[in-house]
């Protein structure tokens, strides 16, 4: 298999590092809902984010079932919440968010931390790394993954 030529402009892209085929584990992070720990996805295609039903109850939270969500998920197929509920997360042992999150039926994590809650708290996703890094520059190594 050949060398694709550059064009004008282009410059060859810096591998850190570099396994065809491999597989990566999701990027999940581990902390407190209220004073249970948790282990929580962070998803930048998750619009919204969504607390475990199961949890929910076992930590204690209101679930208002009032207010509930359809979303669209992997293949178009329709997911709709139980309800809401407002819960506190805490990060890196001290970093602290209150937020209106959706309940909803989860499976492998506790909560996935969507946009909604990535993007105001400024958030960025090291990949490479295995971080999540806050605007200070604080960084939480991801679950299950270690420095390159």
């Known amino acids: 298999m050949g060398v694709p030529d ?34 929580m996805l962070l998803d930048s295609d998750a619009e919204v984010s969504i607390l475990d039903t199961a949890f929910a109850r076992k930590v204690g939270c209101h679930i208002d079932r009032s207010q509930i969500q359809d979303c669209v998920g992997i293949g178009e197929n329709v997911y709709t919440t139980n ?47 295995g971080t999540m890094c806050f605007p200070d520059e604080m960084r939480i190594q991801l679950s299950g993954r270690r420095p390159l």
């Open 83 to 129: 309800g809401r509920a407002r819960i506190k997360i805490t990060l890196a042992g001290c970093r602290v968010y209150c937020l209106d999150i959706w309940v909803g039926d989860l499976a492998g994590q506790d909560a996935i931390l969507g946009m909604d809650f990535m993007v105001p708290a400024g958030v960025r996703l090291d990949l490479a790394d």
């Open 6 to 39: 550059l064009l004008p402009g282009e410059s060859r892209g810096y591998w850190k590092y570099h396994a065809p085929g491999k597989w990566f584990r999701q990027a999940k992070v581990g902390g407190k809902i209220d004073i249970d720990k948790a282990t």
